[in-house]
């Protein structure tokens, strides 16, 4: 496994963001590419200051210092529950690595909270399966409707939450540089 480390590692350092890309739709597409270790390492590396970074999406999404600073906050507060329930969230289990480690989470807190997200997603969705099996196909349509409402609830929600932390972290801001003045 040491072997599959050090190239998933040049990869990314050699492609960046073409490798995450190229890992994700290989494996997707079929092929025996290790998408998740492309995630993690991708977070690894982005949380070294290496050129994966969410600079990129700075501008995209029109985000300053205070958002990313706010952002940091949220994940340092609440990224292990962010992490663990990522993981039954098509679409957010994609990029919750990434963005943790860019925002600067540990990565043996990710480790801890994404193996044991993982664990209990198998066994969640493997018992379900396992009892659902006569209703395969109505089960699998119900899912997958559920999991999409829950995706756009739950992003929902968390830019609500970093909108509220992000006022608060700019209003700690002010006390702080204005200690006399009073911060509504």
């Given at each position: 496994?040491h ?7 040049d ?6 963001y ?28 982005a949380?070294?200051?290496?050129g ?22 949220l ?9 663990f ?6 679409g957010?289990?994609t990029i ?12 043996k ?5 994404n193996?044991?997200g ?13 009892g ?23 992003f ?12 608060q ?10 200690p006399?003045?009073k911060?509504a």
């Amino acid at each position: 496994m040491h072997w599959l480390a050090h190239g998933v590692r040049d990869a990314l350092n050699s492609w960046g963001y073409w490798a995450v890309l190229i890992g994700l739709l290989g494996e997707d597409a079929g092929l025996p590419l290790p998408g998740e270790t492309v995630l993690m390492f991708a977070s690894f590396v982005a949380n070294k200051n290496s050129g994966l970074q969410l600079h990129w999406a700075r501008k995209l999404l029109h985000l300053d210092d205070i958002d990313i600073d706010a952002a940091r906050d949220l994940i340092h507060r609440h990224g292990g529950r962010t992490i663990f329930f990522s993981r039954f969230i098509f679409g957010l289990r994609t990029i919750a690595g990434p963005v943790a480690g860019s925002l600067g989470m540990k990565w043996k807190r990710f480790v801890k909270y994404n193996a044991a997200g993982a664990a209990t997603w198998v066994c969640t969705i493997t018992f379900i399966g396992y009892g659902f099996a006569n209703e395969f196909k109505n089960l699998l349509s119900y899912v997958e409707k559920a999991s999409w409402r829950i995706s756009a609830a739950l992003f929902l929600t968390g830019y609500l939450i970093w909108r509220h932390a992000k006022h608060q972290y700019r209003d700690k801001q002010r006390y702080k540089e204005h200690p006399n003045s009073k911060v509504a």
